[in-house]
């Protein structure tokens, strides 16, 4: 495996189901980031980690739960969640915060749908 | 606070014709720039950046940028597009202080044959 792979990569889930998103980065990198991407509207920051330290929480509701149990693996757990929820999520490593200057490398998203 | 704006939502070009998306930013010193694409059902990939020195950048897939500080602009350019070019493209200005990028909205590419 080469780059920022996830899994699943379609997630179909109802509400009230527990789930969790992966994704691993073969760069040796040391940052990484979760990001939300709906239709029609930005790019949203949801959590940065730098060296397994949470470093950013853009205000996600807690029925997004990240993990980080070392750099190169990222986790979202999911539970409880709302059909608004529904996107493409995407991880994304950097060499670490100083060094990156925002270059960043993708993983290519898992698409979840709320049911 | 930094940001990006890009003006086009949707732009569509004939296959072979010559491409420019536009990007202007918003940021109080020497910015880092960068373009990612998007393709359908894909991540963003990294297609060029800018940090310093020469202020046209060349970029993988045959595009260039050239970063103008008078006009706050970062535009994407490339001389002759194929059809596997349509995309989502996204134009990002790098903070110094934080090192999360900001991303513009993005500009959909559509190809004519």
């Known amino acids: 495996e080469t780059g920022v792979t996830q899994t699943p990569r379609h997630l179909v889930m109802g509400m009230t189901n527990k789930k969790s998103l992966k994704c691993e980065q073969h760069l040796g990198h040391n940052a990484m980031y979760w990001y939300k991407q709906s239709a029609k509207k930005p790019l949203e920051l949801m959590f940065v980690?730098?060296?397994?330290?949470?470093?950013e929480n853009n205000s996600v509701p807690s029925r997004f739960s990240p993990e980080c149990p070392n750099s190169s693996h990222l986790f979202l757990h999911l539970h409880t969640l709302q059909p608004e929820d529904s996107a493409l999520y995407l991880c994304?490593?950097?060499?670490?915060?100083?060094?990156?200057?925002?270059?960043?490398?993708f993983g290519p998203g898992t698409r979840l749908t709320v049911t | 606070a930094q940001s990006v704006t890009q003006p086009d939502i949707h732009i569509t070009v004939s296959e072979g014709a010559s491409l420019e998306l536009r990007c202007n930013y918003s940021y109080g010193a020497t910015p880092y720039l960068f373009w990612y694409v998007q393709s359908p059902g894909q991540g963003l990939q990294l297609l060029l950046k800018?940090?310093?020195?020469?202020?046209l950048v060349q970029g993988i897939k045959g595009f260039e940028a050239e970063f103008k500080r008078s006009q706050s602009s970062f535009n994407l350019r490339k001389p002759s597009v194929h059809w596997s070019d349509a995309a989502e493209y996204f134009c990002a200005v790098g903070d110094l202080r934080s090192y999360i990028p900001t991303f513009g909205r993005g500009t959909s590419l559509i190809v004519h044959p």
């Open positions: 800018y940090f310093s020195g020469d202020t």
């Open positions: 994304a490593s950097s060499q670490d915060r100083a060094g990156s200057f925002g270059e960043q490398y």
């Open positions: 980690y730098n060296f397994k330290e949470q470093t």
